[in-house]
C-alpha cells in the first residue's frame, strides 16, 4: 500500500449524528449535525462510516419516538442484522486494507442505536407516552447488539460510544461533554 495522508482511523456513526433530519420530531438540538462531534473527528483526522438510519428503515420517516420494546420484535430484529451484516462486510474491508475501525459512535438512549442505554416504558403493561412514560436504562440498542455481535464475530473490536441526545442531556447535563472528552482520548490512542 503506497503510503498518503490517510489517518488509517475510522469511526463507525450512527445517521443521526451526522444527519439531524432522521430524528424523530421534537428531539433535535442542531440544524443539521451534531456539530460538536463533528468538529471533533474533522481535529483527529478520521475518517467517517455513517450508517444508515436503522428506524428509518423499519419506520420511516413520520415515526413517533418510542423505546425500545417495539424493537425487539424478531422479524425487526432480523432486519437490522441484515442491515448491520451490510456494514460490517465493508468494515472487514478497511480492516483488511490495514484500517483501524476506532469507535462506534451510537446514539445514546436510542431504542436501536442506545450504547449504554435505552429508554424503556416505565409500565410495560400500561405503556404511556415518549417521553413522560419512559425510563432510561442500561443497556444496548436493537440495532447496536446486532452490529457488535458481527463485528465480534469478525474479530473487530472498536471503542463503544454513546453520545447523549437531548432526552440524556435534559437528565444529566454533564453527560455530553463527558462523552467528547471520553471520545477525544480514543481517538488519540
Known amino acids: 500500500m503506497e503510503r498518503d495522508a490517510r489517518s488509517g482511523k475510522i469511526v463507525v456513526v450512527s445517521h443521526c449524528i451526522l444527519n439531524v433530519h432522521s430524528l424523530e420530531d421534537g428531539l433535535s438540538m442542531y440544524p443539521g449535525l451534531e456539530e460538536e462531534v463533528v468538529k471533533l473527528l474533522i481535529e483527529k483526522g478520521v475518517g467517517i462510516y455513517q450508517i444508515p438510519c436503522p428506524e428509518m428503515s423499519i419506520m420511516g420517516i413520520f415515526r ?20 448491520a451484516m451490510d456494514i460490517v462486510k465493508h468494515l472487514v474491508w478497511f480492516k483488511k486494507k490495514g484500517y483501524e475501525i476506532k469507535a462506534v459512535l451510537g446514539a445514546e438512549g436510542s431504542p436501536t442505536c442506545g450504547i449504554s442505554r435505552v429508554g424503556k416504558w416505565k409500565d410495560p403493561i400500561k405503556k404511556g407516552r415518549f417521553p413522560d412514560d419512559v425510563i432510561f436504562v442500561e443497556g444496548m440498542g436493537v440495532f447496536m447488539e446486532e452490529l457488535k455481535k458481527l463485528l465480534d464475530e469478525e474479530g473487530i473490536y472498536p471503542q463503544w460510544v454513546g453520545i447523549p441526545g437531548k432526552s440524556i442531556r435534559s437528565r444529566d447535563p454533564s453527560s455530553f461533554e463527558n462523552t467528547l472528552d471520553k471520545l477525544s482520548k480514543i481517538l488519540d490512542e
Do not use: G, T, V
Open 64 to 83: 413517533l419516538p418510542m423505546p425500545k420494546e417495539p424493537y425487539e420484535h424478531p422479524k425487526i430484529r432480523e432486519r437490522y442484522r441484515e442491515l
